[in-house]
């Protein structure tokens, strides 16, 4: 991954996240249940960023011989 893709990755991220809060606070969904919403979010975005620089494999890792 190069580091434009990581910056246009990175604007996206902060795109979605603005868009949810912005959301959440429209339809009024309280403090307890928008943090966990948004902590969700983060997790799932940095588990993909993880896996995309190769941290993480994809899959099991079980080599029978």
Do not use: K, N, T, Y
């Amino acid at each position: 991954m190069s580091i434009i893709g990581l910056l246009i990755i990175l604007l996206i991220f902060c795109v979605v996240v603005w868009a949810v809060r912005a959301l959440l606070g429209a339809f009024g969904i309280g403090d307890p249940i928008s943090s966990i919403v948004q902590v969700v979010i983060v997790l799932i975005f940095v588990l993909w960023l993880v896996q995309q620089l190769g941290f993480i494999g994809g899959g099991p890792v079980l080599h029978i011989r």
